[in-house]
């Protein structure tokens, strides 16, 4: 019913900046609400931001200001821009949503923040 597919992830120095792509199939993709989750290696997976049909956005603990969430309905694509990276942003990133009668998750992209 729905596929995602993330991309733009990478290598990139303490301080720089990434920006994330989640591409959606499906013609549902307007009306749906998007999530990007990430999991950092020996933790829990953990809520980073989220936005709306309607395009209202929520971010978690304290990333708001260095992360920023957006979309293209006309695209059906849902961007995370990551600036002021740090090397505890280390993780794999993940787009979600949740349908009818499932989550549907993309299958991840990974980012590493080193010197």
């Not at 307007?30 to 999530?35: G, N, R, T, V």
């Not at 989220?50 to 695209?75: C, H, P, Q, V």
């Amino acid at each position: 019913q729905v596929q995602l597919v993330e991309s733009g992830g990478g290598l990139v120095q303490p301080g720089g900046s990434l920006r994330l792509s989640c591409a959606a199939s499906g013609s549902i993709f307007s009306i749906l609400s998007i999530d990007w989750y990430r999991q950092a290696p020996g933790k829990q997976r953990e809520l980073v931001a989220s936005i709306t049909s309607g395009g209202s956005t929520n971010y978690a603990g304290s990333l708001e200001g260095r992360f920023t969430i957006s979309r293209d309905n006309a695209k059906n694509t849902v961007y995370l821009q990551m600036n002021s990276l740090k090397p505890e942003d280390t993780a794999v990133y993940y787009c979600h949503t949740q349908g009818v009668v499932r989550h549907y998750w993309g299958q991840g992209t990974q980012v590493t923040v080193s010197s």
